[in-house]
């Protein structure tokens, strides 16, 4: 267990819908980043938010928006969903200016879009 | 842009043989990461790799770094099916902790 929470853990919904993924990081992890897992493009990487702020982008696209709460779980908005949306969606967390540890990686949320 | 690459993507051996996946990286970095993932599942972090001529072991897993070559290394010693898996090398670009890119993992099968 990485102490990285996701909900939803599936999500199946139709084009053109709109969607919120939710992470919780583990205890005293102030950034979390958003990646996206698909078949073709493999593992990328979408967002990074430090203690509320945005930090670094990837490549995200202007459909989706994220945000990290003052309680410091971050939410990933998804609209005019595509059906090449499908994916697993991942959150991670670090200690910021601890470069020694990795990211820790959430069980992911598996979209689907019909 | 950085980029990453691995190889072999897909690799089939049999239990008690040696094998190194390799992992190539575009742009200066000295951080260097491996995880492995299940099918289905999250990844697990192997190794972090943090400066040049680095080496971590963890049982049968051994991870390099030469940040000289820009090339990663991660050998396996006498293989077991227990580590069937998807292995990724991850660089990060911004020298701490920033989004990585990723390579498009080595898809391992360890047959008895």
């Known amino acids: 267990d990485s102490g990285v929470t996701q909900t939803p853990k599936h999500l199946i919904t139709a084009t053109g819908q709109r969607v919120t993924l939710r992470c919780s990081p583990r205890?005293?992890?102030?950034?979390v980043y958003w990646y996206q897992q698909s078949l073709d493009q493999g593992l990328q990487f979408l967002i990074q938010?430090?203690?509320?702020?945005?930090?670094a982008k990837g490549n995200i696209l202007e459909r989706f928006s994220a945000q990290q709460f003052p309680d410091l779980h971050s939410e990933l908005n998804l609209s005019s969903l595509e059906l090449g949306d499908s994916a697993l969606y991942f959150c991670?967390?670090?200690?910021?200016?601890?470069?020694?540890?990795?990211?820790?990686f959430g069980d992911g949320t598996r979209l689907s879009i019909l | 842009e950085l980029k990453v690459e691995q190889n072999p993507l897909f690799l089939s051996m049999q239990e008690g043989k040696n094998y190194t996946i390799y992992c190539n990286y575009s742009?200066?970095?000295?951080?260097l990461y491996w995880y492995r993932q299940d099918p289905g599942k999250s990844l697990e972090s192997l190794f972090v790799?943090?400066?040049?001529?680095a080496v971590k072991q963890e049982g049968r897993l051994m991870a390099s770094l030469d940040t000289k070559a820009r090339l990663s290394t991660l050998h396996i010693t006498a293989a077991v099916h227990d580590l069937s898996a998807t292995y990724f090398c991850a660089v990060d670009p911004g020298g701490g902790a920033d989004g990585l890119t990723f390579g498009k993992g080595t898809h391992l099968i360890i047959q008895p």
């Open positions: 790799l943090l400066s040049n001529g």
């Open positions: 205890s005293g992890d102030l950034s």
């Open positions: 991670a967390s670090s200690a910021q200016g601890v470069g020694n540890q990795p990211q820790h």
């Open positions: 742009t200066t970095s000295d951080r």
């Open positions: 938010y430090y203690n509320g702020e945005e930090r």
